[in-house]
Nanobody, 129 residues
Framework: QVHLVESGGGLVQTGGSLKLSCASSGRAFSGFAMAWFRQTPGKEREFVAAIRWSDSNTYYGDSVKGRFAISRDNAKTTMFLEMNNLGPEDTALYYC??????????????????????WGQGTQVTVSA
């Protein structure tokens, strides 16, 4: 069982930055990948970024590429999302997710929310205009 806890959300002005964290049960995560998704009311959950845990290979959604950076710590207990040049369109509830098993074609499947078994409770990011 993997328990995920997000933190770092808040209110920021347009053009500002925030760094989100996702802690994994207080111990090293040994699964295949972790990811960030976001959701606003009435919309489907949107892929933001994913990181393959073994080699830190990363994947990004088109809307955040070049502005957001996903990473993990060397102890493999925490994942981060560095968000820069934020705009009102980035306002959402941000979730972290984890997947234990390996999958083929990670560049495609890690973008799909149904590929993840474990989810955090979410942290709200609000960007004011």
């Amino acid at each position: 069982q993997v328990h995920l806890v997000e933190s770092g959300g808040g209110l920021v002005q347009t053009g500002g930055s925030l760094k989100l964290s996702c802690a994994s049960s207080g111990r090293a995560f040994s699964g295949f990948a972790m990811a960030w998704f976001r959701q606003t009311p009435g919309k489907e959950r949107e892929f933001v970024a994913a990181i393959r845990w073994s080699d830190s290979n990363t994947y990004y959604g088109d809307s955040v590429k070049g502005r957001f950076a996903i990473s993990r710590d060397n102890a493999k207990t925490t994942m981060f999302l560095e968000m820069n040049n934020l705009g009102p369109e980035d306002t959402a509830l941000y979730y972290c997710a984890a997947r234990q098993g390996r999958i083929a074609s990670p560049g495609y499947y890690l973008r799909q929310s149904d590929q993840y078994s474990y989810w955090g409770q979410g942290t709200q990011v609000t960007v004011s205009a």
